[in-house]
């Protein structure tokens, strides 16, 4: 059920949960429906969906909870989830079948490796990206996703005038983000204001800003703009 990395750096370490028998029963009984598998086709989106609409993929989903609490409440909207961690996985497939959405599919593979080489170019209008791991330490900062690289991966699987939405509760990541994205040609942050607002507004709080906020950390939001 997916391939995690092919690269020799990696943005992320698998934890060692294990599947509860909730977990594992909604795996063997609804991946099928909800899960979509790389192949060696590039992934024609639509076609998984049941409905026209807008697509927004959320990297890194974790548990589910803010997919599924976005999904719940933006019926007209597609969620694609994408995490590498299957009790996460598990997870967001309890949510799923439990509040009967019918607007999220998920694929459990690397996001580097996914958008390099099996998504199709211009096929999502939104990417959010909450509460990635900072990589704290200076020698592992080649680990974060957001970088130069990842933009340009990005600027081509956007849609014109997309959206990518980041959130991070470590400002020395939010201050890189704003600078990689001020050196990039494709991308602007948009300022504070009516229209950051009414997209940040759209996040659930997740458990990683609830640990963040117990620690006295500030939450950064930024809404970046694809520019032509």
């Known amino acids: 059920m997916g391939q ?3 690269r020799s750096i990696r943005t992320f370490v698998l ?3 294990r599947l509860t028998e909730g977990q594992q029963r909604s795996l063997d009984e609804h ?3 909800y ?3 790389v192949a060696e086709d590039r992934i024609d989106l639509d076609q998984h969906f049941g409905q026209a609409g807008p697509i927004w993929m959320e990297i890194g989903f974790g548990n589910g909870a803010a997919l599924a609490h976005m999904a719940t409440h933006h ?3 597609n969620f694609l989830g994408v995490e590498v961690h299957l009790p996460g996985v598990g997870h967001a497939l309890v949510e799923i079948t439990e509040g009967e959405l019918e607007n999220v599919r998920l694929i459990r593979y690397d996001v580097l490796d996914l958008i390099e080489h099996f998504m199709q170019p211009a096929s999502v209008d939104r990417v959010l990206i909450y509460f990635p791991d900072p990589w704290h330490k200076t020698r592992h900062h080649k680990r974060r996703l957001v970088n130069a690289g990842f933009l340009d991966q990005l600027s081509t699987l956007l849609r014109e005038g997309g ?3 980041f959130a991070t ?3 020395p990541y939010a201050q890189q983000v704003m600078s990689v994205v001020a050196s990039h040609p494709g991308f602007e942050c948009l300022p504070d204001g009516d229209e950051a607002l009414a997209i940040t507004s759209l996040r659930p709080e997740t458990r990683f800003e609830r640990r963040g906020t117990r620690l006295g950390h500030k939450v950064t939001d930024l809404v970046i703009r ?3």
């Open 15 to 17: 934890r060692q949960g």
């Open 226 to 228: 694809k520019i032509s």
């Open 169 to 171: 509760d470590w400002v």
């Open 75 to 77: 019926p007209m909207v």
């Open 4 to 6: 995690l990395s092919t």
């Open 35 to 37: 899960g979509i598998e």
């Open 163 to 165: 959206l990518i939405h």
């Open 31 to 33: 991946w099928g429906t």
